[in-house]
């Protein structure tokens, strides 16, 4: 019956992350002892004292509807935040409070984009941009970068990317799959490039801004000239523990975050009322109360690094942030495994899950076909009992 349904949803891809979580569910429920590496999200239990004001929340009886960019508290707490931690000075008029991160991003999408225009998507890059931006009738392009740049690209490969119909760049730092952090100068040199197109706005997505590894987390809008054009997207799910809680958040132009306003109250009108309010105790809560997750997350990655550099035909960098490992493993491209071909990362993977009963995330999905994505969002035991079993696999 797909003939009836519409091009948009028939010409969508399915997200390959949640994909491949599915596969591994499908197999657990065939007695299968599956070690999912594959979701990124944090295996921590949220915060006590944010789940204490949810529950105050629920006795203080917040039941109503909320209004569609956000409690004016909460809009507060999210400009305070963005003060103390970013540098970066917000009115109310330029928050708006969305259900996740990803709907903040898709409300920039279908505003700023008509039909034709180009997003640079700078690879790899989160699943979803490329889907969102097709959804918004939009073309996206990839820019390519390697394992030897740290998974940055270069202020020339930016310029060379732009063309008369690019509307926006994606910018995503530390970076879901591969846990890179542009530096400050970094992201000044990148700068310089927009500079000379004013018509280009940039989506800084920062969801995994507190889990990095020594350097602070560098905001695009605080570079001065690039404000009014930076759409500043944030969010509690990952390093508050809060994923389900469905709480993501912009700061931007007031123009923008009006139009933002505009769609969300046609779509899904305001976010939950509790986890509205639960999220103002962990955004005016010191950071330093979610430090704990940040060193156990750096704690699994020099495991995870120090044990896959123990297998041959992994190559690897060392990310400066977020819960993700990226090896590129084209080396095993053209061979066999146990009598399995593997010409790509999607055999790869997928025979990872099968034979090693270990679930990770094709870098095809990412814009980056010779890797693949593994979270280290889960315990030490099973880190250590996954990276085993890998290793027992590709002896074979």
């Not at 490039?193 to 940039?202: A, D, F, N, Q, R």
């Not at 958040?249 to 923008?256: E, K, M, R, S, V």
Request: charged fraction near 20%; glycine fraction near 6%; aromatic fraction near 10%.
């Amino acid at each position: 019956m797909n003939q009836h349904l519409s091009d948009r949803i028939n010409e969508l891809p399915v997200s390959a992350t949640l994909a491949m979580a599915a596969k591994a569910r499908e197999l657990k429920q065939q007695g299968k002892d599956i070690i999912s590496l594959s979701l990124g999200e944090p295996d921590f239990n949220t915060p006590d004292f944010i789940k204490e004001a949810a529950v105050q929340a629920i006795n203080d009886n917040y039941n109503s509807y909320t209004p569609v960019d956000g409690y004016a508290d909460l809009k507060e707490a999210i400009i305070t935040k963005f003060q103390r931690d970013n540098g970066l000075s917000y009115a109310p008029s330029q928050i708006v409070v969305s259900t996740g991160a990803k709907q903040s991003i898709a409300n920039v999408a279908m505003v700023l984009l008509n039909p034709g225009d180009e997003v640079l998507l700078p690879a790899p890059y989160w699943v979803s941009y490329s889907a969102i931006a097709t959804l918004a009738e939009a073309t996206f392009t990839e820019i390519p970068s390697t394992i030897e740049t740290d998974f940055k690209i270069s202020p020339a490969q930016l310029e060379a990317a732009i063309s008369p119909k690019t509307k926006m760049v994606f910018f995503n730092s530390p970076n879901n799959p591969s846990g890179s952090a542009y530096t400050e100068a970094e992201y000044r040199a990148l700068a310089a490039v927009l500079e000379k197109h004013p018509g280009i706005y940039v989506l800084s997505d920062e969801i995994y801004e507190h889990i990095n590894y020594g350097q602070p987390t560098f905001s695009f809008a605080a570079i001065e000239s690039m404000y009014d054009r930076t759409i500043t997207v944030n969010g509690v799910a990952k390093a508050f523990a809060m994923t389900g809680w469905r709480i993501g958040y912009i700061g931007a132009p007031a123009w923008i975050a009006r139009a933002c306003n505009k769609i969300q109250g046609q779509i899904t009108s305001g976010a939950n009322c509790i986890a509205q309010r639960a999220t103002i105790t962990a955004l005016t809560a010191p950071v330093s109360k979610i430090q704990y997750m940040v060193d156990a997350f750096r704690q699994r990655r020099d495991l995870v690094l120090s044990l896959l550099r123990e297998i041959d035909g992994f190559s690897l960098n060392t990310p400066g942030g977020a819960f993700y490992l990226f090896p590129n493993i084209s080396a095993f491209f053209g061979k066999e495994i146990a009598g399995i071909p593997i010409q790509n990362a999607s055999d790869f993977s997928m025979f990872l899950l099968e034979h090693a009963h270990v679930a990770t995330v094709t870098g095809d999905a990412f814009g980056a076909p010779d890797c693949i994505r593994i979270s280290y969002a889960a315990s030490e035991a099973q880190l250590r009992e996954a990276v085993d079993r890998i290793k027992q696999a590709l002896s074979r």
